[in-house]
Nanobody
């Protein structure tokens, strides 16, 4: 299984970006999908998580601004990020649990300028 991320970039504060993470290979079931961020000099932190039943969880700092979604037909998970703030800057990694095995994307840089 491989994960390929796309959609990062440079945006001004208040702007929007949509990240995508496409999984390919032998996939029976995606159990959990998540997005994590590593800000400069900080530890990896959870941003948004979706379980197979559709339940979601967001970090308090992004609630109401970010939305995690999935396209089952494409085995792709998205993170729509609105009203971006400079503190959202970092490398974003997707994390998928597929058939009870954990996979990570390669990371995509998001930079929000003030």
């Amino acid at each position: 299984v491989q994960l390929v991320e796309a959609g990062g970039g440079l945006v001004h504060a208040g702007g929007s970006l949509r990240l995508s993470c496409a999984a390919s290979g032998s996939i029976s079931r995606i159990n959990v999908m998540g997005w994590y961020r590593q800000a400069p000099g900080k530890q990896l932190e959870s941003v948004a998580v979706m379980i197979s039943g559709g339940g979601t969880n967001y970090s308090d700092s992004v609630k109401g601004r970010f939305n995690i979604s999935r396209d089952n037909a494409k085995n792709t998970v998205y993170l729509q990020m609105n009203s971006l703030k400079p503190e959202n800057t970092g490398v974003y990694y997707c994390n998928l649990v597929i058939d009870h095995r954990v996979y990570w994307g390669q990371g995509t840089q998001v930079t929000v300028s003030s």
